[in-house]
Each structure stands twice: as C-alpha cells, then as structure tokens.
C-alpha cells in the first residue's frame, strides 16, 4: 500500500476507535420489513417500533400494485435528471396533488427529503443575507443553510422571545431573512409555535420554511408556511422530497435549486406508489389519526408529558445507556433503536419511538410493559 493509502487507513482506524470507546461507531445491520409492522433481523421476528410509515402504508397492497404497475409500464429508473429526460408524468401528477393537499398553488418534487432541504435555501438566499434556525432543525437544514452563504444564526428551540431577540439584531443588515424549522421534531416528537413564528416572520419581513417529513398525514391542520417541505419516505410509504410553495417560487426552485437541477429524476414507482399512498390518506382519516391516538395511550402509560406526535422519546442520557435498554428490548421482541451524539446533543441519548397506524393497542401495552420493567 502507498504512504497516503497507508495513512488514510491509519486516520480511519483511529477515528473508529475513537467512535468504539465512546459507543458512537454505527453499523448496518440488514433489517427485513413486513406487514403488521413487524421487522425480520438476524432471523427473529421483531415488533418495530424505529419505522417513520406513520400511517402502515409502505406495505400496503394497494401502494405496492401502483408502484409494481408504474414499473411494469414505465420501467426501473428515470433515466436522466428532470431538466433532460426523467420528467416522468407521474412526477407531474404526483406535484399537482401535494400542492392541493397543502393548498398551495405547485410543488416540486425532489430525489429525497435531504436533497430538498439542501437546494431550497441556497436557491434562495445568499451572502448578504440572514438564515435563522432552530437549534434542533434536521441536519439537513443546518446543510442547506450553510451552502447558503448565508449569515447562519441558531435560535434556542422553540423559543419565540430568542427569535425575535435575533431578528431584531440581525435582520437590519440584511436583505432576506430565512427562518428553518419543522412543523414535528424528528427526535423530539414535539411541534414548533407555527402560528407565532409566521407572525414574527411578518412583523420582520422574513420568509419561513416549514420540514414538516414527520408531520405529514398525522399533525397537519393549522397554519401553512410560504414554503412546505416535506417526505415521500415517511407517512407515504414510498421515497423521494418536496416543497409546496406559490407557483413563482416552484418555477424560481426548478431553475436554481442544485440538488434538483443536477439529480437524476425519481423512478416511477416512487411516485406512482406516493400518489397511491396520498389517495389513501385524504380517504381514510381515521388511518391518519390513529398514529397520535396510540402514541398519547403510550405515554399515559409510561408517565410521560401527553404525545403532540407519532414520536416518543425515552431520554437515557449515556449513549451506553441506551445501547443497553435498545440490546435489552430487542431480547424481548421489539425493536427501538438507540439514537446517539451527533444526531441528538451530548448527553441526550435516547430510544426514539415511531408509532404507526400498523400497530395494535396489545403491541403498545407490551412495549410499555417492557420498558416499565426495564427501567424499574
């Protein structure tokens, strides 16, 4: 091996030790997903609860024949980025019905959720201008807003005086203002204040952008932000981003937003199957509020603060800590999975647990049970 292989392997192997003694390293493990959300790993069958298809849709038979039909037709793969050849009309029918669904006038649809949120800031704001972000937004927006060239300011979570303490400290200088948040925390489970960030956002002449991924189909109603980012992966069973906005700014995106302009276009089954699954959606409301209803019965049941979402944390604190509990449930039959330093802040490890519309009242009083006797 040459010095610079030599070396490289040398730096990679420190650093996995590094990750090994702090119980930070990440591996995969090959995980099989059925219906009933159940899951197959090292050949046991698991009660999942780590799975973001909020509403049991991405096994669903009536998603799968339209994305099993999209393919038989249309083929694998796109073939090309949207702006050349991957424009499928599928994707086109797909944006019309987000866009009515968010009751906004177009949509754009994009290869992933991170994808979206890496084009949409830069495409909109640059060096002369202000981004201010929630301090647990999503990777991906702290991504697009760094690429932005942007003033990048980080305003403490959910805290509406912060906000406007750094709006009236920056936003003079600038000439656009940008504020990142999400309509449900990933990690978290909780909502942001949306009808008083957008009113902030008014009194500063600012813009919002709303992740609403682990929104979509369970906590929607209430106050739509100028820009609606979201997931075809979660809720919708199937995989892809998008933005919902006013048709000029859709139309600015598709020219200026990199992730998008230079990405290969979604394969039709993909869209075929998120079509499918947001018919399914709009039909069925009781599918779509079932996701909450078991998520608060789990939180009853734990004595935690009353679910505002699908997701319910269980705060450990040691990364070690919740590798051990994660270790300990899987023993009984369920799947949580830890989540650790950087995806949460140092300290804050934790079982993150997605409730779906898939799971049985039984399933989430067994998983209380366990978690009781756990930690008891």
């Known amino acids: 091996m040459s010095d610079s292989g030599t070396s490289l392997e040398t730096f990679a192997r420190e650093k996995l030790t590094e990750l090994d003694a702090s119980a930070l390293r990440r591996r995969l493990r090959p995980t099989i997903r059925t219906a009933g959300a159940l899951a197959e790993r090292d050949g046991r069958r698991l009660i999942s609860f780590s799975c973001n298809d ?10 799968i024949a339209a994305a099993q039909a999209a393919t038989a037709r249309y083929g694998a793969g796109a073939g090309g980025s ?6 499928h009309p599928l994707l086109a029918a797909l ?12 949509a754009l649809v994009f290869g992933s959720g991170y994808l979206a949120n890496l084009g949409i800031t830069p495409a909109l704001v640059g060096p002369r201008d202000l981004v201010l ?46 504020i ?35 929104g979509l189909g369970v906590v929607e109603p209430g106050a739509r932000a100028p820009l609606e980012m979201g997931t075809l992966s979660k809720s919708l069973g199937s995989y892809g981003g998008y ?23 979604l394969p039709p089954a993909s869209a075929a199957a998120a079509l499918a699954a947001l018919e399914i959606l709009e039909a069925e409301p009781e599918r779509a509020a079932r996701p909450l209803v078991l998520a608060r019965r789990l939180t009853a049941r734990l004595g935690l603060p009353e679910a505002e ?46 409730l779906s519309a898939a799971h049985s009242e039984a399933q989430v009083d067994a998983l209380a049970e366990a978690v009781r006797d756990l930690r008891a």
């Open 133 to 178: 972000a929630d301090a647990l937004s999503h990777s991906c927006l702290w991504a697009g807003a760094r690429v932005s060239g942007a003033e990048v300011v980080r305003f403490r979570h959910n805290d509406l005086a912060d906000l406007r303490r750094l709006l009236d400290r920056h936003r003079p200088a600038r000439r656009r203002a940008l």
């Open 243 to 265: 933005v919902c906005a006013s048709r000029a700014v859709v139309d600015l995106l598709t020219s200026r937003a990199r992730s998008f302009v230079y990405t290969t276009g």
């Open 180 to 214: 990142l948040t999400e309509r449900v925390f990933s990690m978290d489970g909780d909502r942001a204040p949306l009808p008083e960030i957008l009113a902030l956002a008014e009194d500063f002449d600012a813009w919002t952008l709303v992740d609403d991924a682990h």
């Open 309 to 354: 979402s699908a997701v319910v944390p269980i705060l450990v604190g040691a990364a070690e800590g919740a590798l051990a509990l994660s270790a300990a449930l899987e023993a009984r039959g369920f799947l949580v999975v830890a989540i650790r330093p950087p995806t949460v802040p140092a300290g804050t490890a934790r079982l993150r647990i997605a």
């Open 82 to 87: 949207r702006l050349v050849t991957g424009n």
């Open 95 to 106: 944006e019309e019905r987000l866009a009515r669904h968010k009751g906004k006038e177009a």
């Open 54 to 63: 909020y509403l049991g849709l991405a096994n669903d038979p009536r998603v």
